[in-house]
Structure formats: C-alpha cells, structure tokens
C-alpha cells in the first residue's frame, strides 16, 4: 500500500512552468505504475499522464503531449510532473495516484495539489 502526497502547485502565467511532486509513502512504490489526473471546475477527472513502475513508456493526454513530462525516482519515492507552456485550460486540481499500469487501474490516490493559469 502507498499513500500519494502531492505537492508544488499554485499561481504561474500562461506560458509559464510549474514541477508537481508526489511523494508515496510504504516500501512497495516501485511496484506501482503512477500516474498524474486532473480535475476543472465542472468537468471531470481526466487522466494526464501515467508511467510505469520502472519510469519507462509514459503515456500522455493528447491535451499536454510535447508540453508535460513525467517522471520518477524510485529510491525517492517520488514521482514528478513538468508542466510548461501552461495554458489557461490546464488551470485544475492536480492528484496523483499508484496503479498497476501506466494506464490504469488506479488503486491509491492523493488529496490533490491546485494548479491555477492565469492569463
């Protein structure tokens, strides 16, 4: 079992860059693939991006390819998301969750990190 625990969101421009974090507390993280959801105000969760338990073949949102990598240090139990070239769009409450693929199912998720984008 992990916890996810989110960190690194807040105000930035359009254009501009943020780094989420996501520390995972329990010895098993690396067992987890992780992934990065979003959720605006009256839409849905949406999944951002996702990878596996060995940091290879992310999977990326059509909406954040090129823009967003994500990645992860196992022997910190972290896993990261930078974000550039933000968009007023991508303005949303980031989570972070622990899966067993890069493409789901998510089993356990954070309380989320809020990412805004002002224009």
């Known amino acids: 079992q992990v916890q996810p625990v989110e960190s690194g969101g807040g105000l930035v421009q359009a254009g501009g860059s943020l780094r989420l974090s996501c520390a995972a507390s329990?010895?098993?993280?690396?067992?987890?693939?992780m992934g990065w959801f979003r959720q605006a105000p009256g839409k849905e969760r949406e999944f951002v991006a996702g990878i596996n338990w060995s940091g290879g073949n992310p999977y990326y949102a059509d909406s954040v390819k090129g823009r967003f990598t994500i990645s992860r240090d196992n022997a910190k139990n972290t896993v990261y998301l930078q974000m550039t070239s933000l968009k007023p769009e991508d303005t949303a409450v980031y989570y972070c969750?622990?899966?067993?693929?890069?493409?789901?199912?998510?089993?356990?998720w954070g309380q989320g990190t809020q990412v805004t984008v002002s224009s």
């Open positions: 329990g010895r098993t993280f690396s067992r987890y693939a």
């Open positions: 969750a622990a899966g067993i693929a890069a493409l789901g199912p998510y089993i356990y």
